[in-house]
Structure formats: C-alpha cells, structure tokens
C-alpha cells in the first residue's frame, strides 16, 4: 500500500496506550494514553522536530513511529509501504533505513562490548559477515565523528558523555540510514559538546541527504536545526509550523507560554514571561475538552462576563478544587485564625464551624488567591452564593452553581488542528474566535499531521 505523498517518512494518527491492572489477578483499570493521535511527514533532507515537557509522550512516539514499541494504532508508511504491515524479515531490512540516536548513551551501549563492537552491531545485523571491512567502515566512522580508530576497541565507561554520544551517532549512520530519530540526542550534555554534535549531525545530513526526527525539550536546539516543529502536549500535537513562523507567531498558548520561558542572556530584559500553573494531568485521565485547559493563561471565558483572564484563571481553579472536594475548611480556618490571632486569640482549636462565616468567607478567597470583590457583578454574584453554599449548605450545590455559570468551551471538545495559513496549524478555539472575527474561514481540520 502507498500513501499517496512524496514523503520519505509519513506517521498519521499514531496512538500508543499502554493497559492499566490493579489487584491480584491484574483486572483492567483504564489506560494511560501516551500518545493519542499525532502525525507528520518528513521529507528527505529535512528536519522535523518534537518539542514539549518532560512526560508529554515524545519518546513514546519516537519508539512507537520506529516499531521499536507496537503502536496501538495508526499508520507509518516509509518510502511509501505500510511499516505496520512488515513481517519481521521485512522489518530486519526497514532497520537499516531508519536509525534512532537514544536520549541516554550509557544505557544504550552495552558496557560488555567493546565500543567498535556496539558500533558495528548494525551491521551485523544486517548480514555483513566480513568483519575486517566491518572495522574498516566503523574506523571511517570514528574518525569523522571526531574520535580516533584506536578508541575502536575501549569500553564505554572510558568515555565522557559527549564521546558517548558520538559513539551513539556513529553506530546510527553505519549502516548508511535514510531516516535518523535522535531522542534528545544533546539534552545531557555541556553546551560547548552540544554545539559538536549539532554540527555533526548537520554535516551527515547534508552529506548523507538524511531526513531527521529530533525530539528535544531544549527550544534553542529545536530552532537551530530543525526546518518545522511539532509542539505536543499530553500525548497530542498542538500546533505544527515552519520553525521560524513557530518562533516568530506561535499561536497556540501552550507554544507562547514555553517561549516565553526560554532564558533571556540580557539581564535588564525580564524574566521568564507566562508562568504556567500546575502540573501536566494524568495521562491515564487526560482532562475532557482541549487537554491545556486546566493550565492555559488563555483559556476561553464565558461570554456573558467580563473578566480579567487572571481573574478567570482562579475562577476555574477554585471551582476545579470544588468538584474534586479539595477545599479544607477546617484547614482555611486554623490559618486564618492564626493569621488574626486578635480576633481569636483564645480559641485552642479552631474548626469552620468556631468561626464567623464572613471571615470563612474572606479566607476561602485569600486561600484561591481570588479578588474579594470581582468587578463583574454577575460573576460576583455566582461567586459569592457558592461560597454561601460550601460554608452552609454543602460543596455539592457550590458545585451546581461554579459548573453551570463558570464552564468553558475550552473542556466542551477537543478542538481539532486547524490550518491557520499554509503549513501552519494551531489547535486551539481562540483561532477559531479569531477567524470568525475576521470572517476566515476555519481551514481543513486535519488531527494527524
């Protein structure tokens, strides 16, 4: 089967879950959704690459793409064939036109081996039983990454992390690949070795007409080298453009916010801009909706009110801390009083129900960090009766009251990737507002590349 493009290497709607047991006898208990859906092409020559946090599934992807792990879903085609479709001899050949560089070197040589033997293992691999020309070719090899032949037969614990790496790279291009995925191939390394290896893996590609797959959390290497970037998030891609159209307009918030972290070397420029607040969800329970919503600065408020996004930010939050039954009354009230020990300086063991509700009231709202008026008086209204309810009546109709005025379209559905402009594509519903704005039309929605 062929897919239809002229791309060497083409992923779409690649998903890898992994099962979920509990208890003796390991019953299913859901699935923890690595990687849900993402796709690219890559040609030859080019440079594709993945950036997001730390947990958002890339690495996953990168084993997934390669069968290295097998994909849950999906298709890859390679030069046009179905990589999902190969046999193991089938597979045995595909491993010649498609290396991975591993994020970790120590774990990927064996320290058993000799570093001339790890190096030549692709090509044994691949039927090459002349073991002199196997030396030959990894001695070539060696020395054009910067090593010498005679460090063929050392072992990996006489090597520094930079010549590890270099090793790495070596035993990915001895079998003269097409494809190279190179999993955070400098992520462990000082910035000068870094630069090194960056040059070295541009000078094969060129040479060699390579397509790369470049996974990074690093934006600085992702800009150096990379012709387009995916950013992804929670096991999704969230927005996909030209390298420098991705750094020059980012348009999804999750794509400003990580730029805007990225360190300034001009002291007098600030520090890092949007902070992004809490932790990236579960995988295993990714949130309803766009997965960013429980982070994003930006998120959509209804639009009945008029609201400062720091304002709506905190909004959500406390009404996400309702619904999880998260908001410690006793607790609130034992630091409030100790924070006004005036006003109840004799009270031993200070509990909700020891103190007035007017100040159980005020210390919620120190507590969320939320104003104690908010300026838009319908708001303030939703606000304040839910707060009557979780001091008298119970979270429960809190809750009722926060989810039925304090619902964004931001957790309704999964916006899809959309095409902002050609080549560029954004998964977000303030493109959609932007659009409708100016009267644009929405694009052809395309989730998988």
């Known amino acids: 089967m062929n897919d239809g493009t002229d791309a060497l290497f083409s992923v779409r709607g690649l998903t890898k879950h992994y099962p979920l047991t509990e208890g003796l006898l390991n019953e299913a208990a859901g699935q923890v959704r690595a990687v849900d859906g993402v796709g690219f092409e890559v040609r030859r020559g080019e440079t594709f690459g993945i950036v997001g946090e730390s947990g958002c599934g890339k690495s996953t992807a990168a084993t997934s793409m390669l069968r290295l792990e097998e994909p849950t879903d999906g298709a890859v085609f390679f030069d046009g064939a179905d990589l999902l479709e190969y046999d193991a001899e089938a597979l045995r050949r595909f491993r010649r036109d498609a290396q991975m560089i591993f994020q970790d070197p120590d774990s990927s040589l064996d320290p058993r081996m000799s570093v001339g033997k790890s190096a030549a293992e692709p090509l044994v691999v691949q039927g090459m039983d002349d073991r002199k020309r196997r030396r030959r070719i990894v001695a070539d090899l060696f020395e054009r990454v910067g090593l010498s032949a005679e460090d063929m037969d050392r072992y990996p614990h006489e090597f520094s992390g930079g010549q590890k790496q270099r090793i790495a790279l070596a035993r990915a291009l001895s079998v003269n690949p097409k494809l190279l995925v190179a999993d955070e191939p400098v992520s462990a390394l000082d910035v000068s070795i870094q630069s090194e290896i960056l040059r070295l893996l541009s000078e094969f590609q060129s040479d060699l007409e390579l397509a790369v797959v470049l996974i990074?959390?690093?934006?600085?290497?992702?800009?150096?080298?990379?012709?387009?970037?995916?950013?992804?998030?929670?096991?999704?891609?969230?927005?996909?453009?030209?390298?420098?159209?991705?750094?020059?307009?980012?348009?999804?918030?999750?794509?400003?916010?990580?730029?805007?972290?990225?360190?300034?070397?001009?002291?007098?420029?600030?520090?890092?801009?949007?902070?992004?607040?809490?932790?990236?969800?579960?995988?295993?329970?990714?949130?309803?909706?766009?997965?960013?919503?429980?982070?994003?600065p930006e998120v959509i408020p209804p639009e009945e009110f008029d609201l400062p996004q720091s304002t709506w930010r905190r909004l959500l939050e406390f009404r996400k801390q309702a619904?999880?039954?998260?908001?410690?009354?006793?607790?609130?009230?034992?630091?409030?009083?100790?924070?006004?020990?005036?006003?109840?300086?004799?009270?031993?063991?200070?509990?909700?129900?020891?103190?007035?509700?007017?100040?159980?009231?005020?210390?919620?709202?120190?507590?969320?960090?939320?104003?104690?008026?908010i300026e838009d008086e319908r708001a303030e209204s939703v606000l304040s009766d839910a707060l009557d309810a979780i001091v008298g009546e119970g979270p429960a109709d809190a809750i009722d009251r926060l989810s039925a005025a304090f619902e964004t379209v931001c957790e309704q559905s999964n916006p899809p990737l959309e095409r902002i402009e050609a080549n560029h594509r954004a998964a977000c519903y303030l493109e959609e507002e932007t659009r409708s704005e100016s009267g644009g039309s929405t694009g052809d929605g395309d989730s998988n590349s």
């Open 216 to 296: 990074s959390h690093d934006l600085g290497v992702v800009r150096e080298v990379c012709d387009r970037v995916a950013v992804m998030y929670l096991g999704e891609f969230v927005e996909v453009a030209p390298t420098e159209t991705l750094f020059s307009d980012p348009r999804h918030p999750y794509t400003r916010t990580l730029l805007a972290s990225v360190p300034t070397p001009d002291p007098a420029g600030g520090g890092p801009g949007t902070e992004l607040r809490g932790d990236v969800p579960d995988p295993s329970a990714p949130p309803d909706g766009c997965r960013f919503h429980t982070r994003c």
């Open 323 to 373: 619904e999880q039954d998260a908001i410690d009354l006793d607790g609130i009230a034992r630091v409030g009083v100790l924070e006004n020990e005036d006003d109840y300086g004799g009270l031993e063991e200070p509990t909700a129900d020891s103190v007035s509700v007017a100040d159980l009231k005020r210390w919620i709202r120190a507590e969320y960090d939320l104003p104690r008026t």
